[in-house]
């Protein structure tokens, strides 16, 4: 069974820092990874997909790599700013498809 | 538009309460998703929806029952809920349900309380 982990489980950081969040998986036979953003009591918005056959995908400040055969997958969030304050999810899609989510990273940048 | 929308945002029943929750997407997806979500955990995948058609049923108890009368809409029927279902349901659409570029689209939740 296909097991998500995300570290660290909490954040708190100044405005302005470089970030990284970690994601890893268990199982690498995926077909992807996607991050989302939630903010509290909200639903998710999707950040980034990276297909199993790429090594990143970038949007703006945001910058996510997945490495499959290690089964790990990093956020990285530059000049981190307090609109930023959220949980950060991830989930694989297994080869079931049935989508598979870490608990979380809750970050918070304060000014 | 990537919008997903659901009502209604709050709902509070007894557990004796007949109640439904609904989704709505207008981006074509023909993969509709049901999710639970506890305080300070992740969702869970409850029931998919692929081409309006049950395709997964992840052991949900039968006071929960969905229906997908069309491509776009996505309900969820509530009967005789326990006080531990309060939570927060989320729905998704994605444009189908296998692929490698399923991206998930999620509505901002109902969020239940069951007294």
């Known amino acids: 069974k296909q097991e998500v982990t995300q570290i660290p489980a909490a954040l708190s950081v100044p405005e302005g820092e470089n970030l990284v969040l970690n994601c890893s998986f268990t199982?690498?036979?995926?077909?992807?990874l996607q991050w989302f953003r939630q903010d509290p009591g909200k639903g998710l918005t999707s950040l980034l997909l990276?297909?199993?056959?790429?090594r990143e995908q970038t949007s703006g400040r945001l910058n996510a790599s997945l490495d499959k055969s290690s089964g790990r997958s990093t956020l990285y969030i530059a000049a981190s700013q307090p609109g930023d304050s959220a949980t950060y999810l991830c989930?694989?899609?297994?080869?079931?498809?049935?989508?598979?989510f870490g608990r979380g990273t809750s970050l918070i940048v304060h000014p | 538009d990537t919008e997903v929308t659901q009502t209604p945002k709050h709902l509070v029943m007894g557990m004796t309460n007949k109640k439904s929750l609904k989704c709505e997407q207008h981006?074509?997806?023909?993969?509709m998703y049901w999710y639970k979500q506890k305080a300070k955990k992740p969702p869970e995948l409850m029931f998919v929806?692929?081409?309006?058609?049950?395709?997964i049923n992840e052991s949900v108890p039968s006071r929960f029952s969905p229906e997908c009368p069309n491509s776009s809409l996505l309900n969820l029927h509530l009967h005789a809920l326990q006080p531990e279902d309060s939570a927060l349901y989320l729905c998704?659409?994605?444009?189908?349900?296998?692929?490698?570029?399923?991206?998930?689209?999620f509505g901002p939740g109902t969020r239940l309380l069951v007294l």
């Open positions: 199982d690498s036979a995926i077909y992807n």
């Open positions: 929806y692929s081409y309006e058609k049950l395709s």
């Open positions: 990276i297909q199993s056959s790429q």
């Open positions: 998704a659409s994605s444009q189908d349900f296998a692929g490698i570029r399923e991206t998930q689209y």
């Open positions: 989930a694989v899609r297994p080869r079931s498809y049935i989508p598979t």
């Open positions: 981006m074509g997806h023909r993969a």
